[in-house]
Each structure stands twice: as C-alpha cells, then as structure tokens.
C-alpha cells in the first residue's frame, strides 16, 4: 500500500435522506460474524494458505513484478481462458496482468465493465554502494530502517550471460556490535538513518570489494527480506514478509476463481495484477488507462489502527485486524458503489469496517483519476499490524470476507442489469435533497435495541418518502 497520506477527521453524520446502519465504524449485521459455516469464519483451508504463501513468496520488487503476475498467477489464469474462453491483456511497458471475461467486446459496448486491482510489486532494496571492507549499502525505500536489521536479504543479481541469480545469506546490518555503539545509541536516543544500513555478506580476505564485483554484484541490484508467511500463534492468523500487497493478488484471483463458477453475462470482470504501486501507482493508471473499466476496485492491505504504537490520540477510524474488510470512504471514492458494498456485506452477513481518507486512497483506487478516464472507484482492504516489515501480519478471515464482498459485487451488479449511465452517472447523491431528520427518543432506543437494523433503515426510508410526498 503507497502510504502515508494525510486524513481527513471523522465528522457528525449528517441527516442524508440514505441513511446508512454502520454504528461505529462497523456494521451491525456483523452480529452475525460468529455463525458458522460462513466462510469468513472458518478456517482458510491448507490447499488455499499454500497458494496464498506461493503469491507472497514470488520475488517480484517494483519493477522485476513478473515472477508474480506471470510466473504464478497467469498459469492459473489460463485454466479459466481455456473453459470459458477469456482472454489474458499484457502490456509493454510492464508486467502487469489483466484477466478479461469479455476481451473482444468493442471499445463501444454499452455493458458495466468492473475491473478489480491488486499489486505485485513490493517494496524494494537496492545495492546503492559497495565499500572496500566488503559492506553492501543500500537503498532501504518505504522500510523504516530499525526494522531491517538482523534481518536475512536475498540479493537478486546477474551472471555473466546476463541471467539473474540469487545471493543467499546476507544480513542487514548498521552499527556492528553494542561495543561499537556510541552512548546516544545504547540509550536509544539515537536511531539509525537510512545511509547507515548495509548488507553484510560475511566475506574476508583482501580485495573484499572486488571479490564482490567479480561475483556479479553492482548498483540497482533488487534486495528483498527472505520470509514465506506462516501461521500465527492465533487462530486463522499468519505472519511474514510482503503481505503487502501479494494479499491484494491472492484476494483478486480468488474473486476471479468464484465469478468462473457462474460467468456474468450482463458484466464484463477485469483482473488486474498491477506493477509499480509502492512508487506512485504507475502501473495500474497504465492497465486502467488501457482498458477503461466503468469501475474500479482496489483491494490492498490496511492498518489494524486499534493495535498500532502511540497513535490513539490521532484519532484513526478504529479499524482492527480479525474484525472483517474495510471500506474506505472520502478521497475519490464513488458513494454509489461505497453503498453497494455495504448492502452486500449487509445482506450477507460479512463484517466490515469503514475507514476514511483525505485526498488520497493510498491504493490503486487512484488509478481511474490518474489515468484521466471516467470510472467510478472503491477500495478495499484488510487491516494487517506491522506494515512495511518483515513481520506483517493479518487474518485470513479478513481477507476472506474481501474476497466474498467483491464476488457478491458482481453478483449484484449482474442482477441490475444497469448499464454505466444508468447505475453511475444518473446516480450521483444529491445532498440539496436531503430531508432534515429529527431523531427521538424512542427512534434512538429502537435502533439500539434492534437485531435487525436495517429494517429500521427501510422503515425510516418510507417513512421519509411520504414526508417527501406531502
């Protein structure tokens, strides 16, 4: 996830003629999150985990992303190609993927066209220096540099016939031993800055710097932490290196997996597997700026804000890992399918969590806007704990509640039958319509005490409409 944006304070609710049964931040249909044989709540099963382990384990730093999107996800892919003759879109300039339910409909066809987004790339190192004493410094990019240390690295290099290799058993390293330390570093009143860290390699003799050069290693050089995912000490949690945003890719597939079941006749679904988003979302305003989805959903990693260090007074939406998937609202979200979202999590009992942002999603919600193409947009995601280190960690029943949102989206969409005109631009909220709502006691208690909200919510809207009538 390309973080951290700014965002924006939580506000009184205002009394919009849609009113909404998140009570908060969480719906209350959840309620239901603890009924079993739901698959959010049942253990994501061994053959599922270990294709989710193999899509985080593809080594694959911003700009090398084809050991992910081809090397693991398309092979898949092209099982659902050959049954239902879908088509696979690739591209020049990177090694995004794009799974098309319809790849020959004309650039004119009036049919919703839904195109779902996660990210291959992680976040990457770079050999930036190689000293005399045999020290590789590198660049440490969106890590924070206390994270890295002690930590294995593998170091992703070229042979003479230009062929990558892999440089197994480095360590990150700074200060060497505590001895070396200086008092302001023992106390820990001094941290650790990015052009401190190098990778130690454990060589010795003359020429160290040298030996390295003849060995291959040279500037640019990709480094990536080296830890598959593993269960967690929790039930139905698992930890490790790059679940950002390899979840994102294992949660889009498996969207495409379900939609397979029963392909959509009235929507055309998009898979995007995007490149480049931990610099600036490059490569998904290229995949959407290509294809021109109608709509645009991003499902990427969130922050569990209830369990981070030191951030309570800032007042985060009170998101929290193993509570369900979020839906972000403000940036430049789209209320029409924000809405959607909810009514499906609602209707099926999946928990979920809103979060707010200012001006920016920090996803690949952005890619319509950056593209500069008309598309309405959503993100989604799953709070994780940890990001940006080699212990990130997350709840598969979050990720799995996302992944049976975005299938029940399509679904949805499917039974409208709308085209993009007619669920999109005729559907803009009108706030200059909205009815002043007067909130009574015993309205207050009701809604409270009420197992089924969103009943009240119908009845409120009726209610709302004759008033409207008169």
Known sequence: MNFFNKKINDSSPHPFVKMRSFQRHTLRSCQTRHVSNLPWNEPLPPKKFDEMRRILAAPSPVGLEAAMSEGIIAPVWQKLVDKHGWGIHRFKGNASIVLDTHPNAPDDDEMLSVMFIGHSDKIRMHVRDIAPDGKVYIETDSFLPLTLLGNQVNIFSRDEDRKYRILKGGTVEALGAIHFAEAAHRSGNRGVKPEDIY????????????????????????????????????????????????????????????????????????????????????????????????????????????????????????????????????????????????????????????????????????????????????????????????????????????????????????????????????????????????????????????????????????????????
């Open 199 to 470: 990778v130690e390699l454990q060589l010795h003799g003359e020429q160290r710097k040298q030996q390295l050069e003849a060995m291959g290693v040279r500037v640019g050089d990709s480094i990536l932490l080296d830890r598959k995912i593993e269960p967690g000490f929790a039930p139905n949690t698992f930890s490790g290196a790059y679940l950002d945003n390899g979840l994102g890719c294992f949660a889009t597939s498996e969207v495409a997996a379900l939609v397979s079941e029963n392909p959509p006749k009235n929507v055309r679904c998009m898979f995007a597997i995007a490149s480049h988003e931990e610099i600036g979302r490059f490569g998904s305003r290229v995949v959407a700026g290509q294809m021109k989805p109608d709509i645009i959903v991003a499902v990427d990693v969130n922050h569990d804000y209830k369990s981070a260090p030191n951030v309570g007074s800032k007042r985060f939406a009170k998101l929290a890992m193993g509570e369900g998937f979020t839906i972000t609202q403000g940036s430049v979200t789209s209320s029409v399918i924000n809405d959607m979202l909810e009514e499906v999590a609602q209707d099926k009992g999946i928990p979920c969590q809103l979060d707010v942002r200012g001006r920016d999603t920090g996803t690949d919600g952005m890619a319509g806007f950056l593209a500069s193409i008309d598309a309405a947009s959503a993100s989604i995601g799953f709070p994780i704990r940890n990001m940006h280190t080699i212990s990130e960690c997350g709840h598969t029943g979050d990720v799995l509640a996302a992944i049976h949102a975005m299938h029940g989206l399509v679904e949805k969409l499917e039974t409208k039958g709308l085209n993009a005109k007619e669920l999109l631009t005729d559907s803009h909220p009108r706030l200059d319509l909205a009815v002043e709502r007067v909130w009574e006691t015993e309205d207050i208690s009701r809604l409270m005490n009420s197992t089924k909200p969103h009943e009240q919510i119908n009845e409120m809207k009726e209610q709302i409409a004759e008033l409207k009538n008169k």
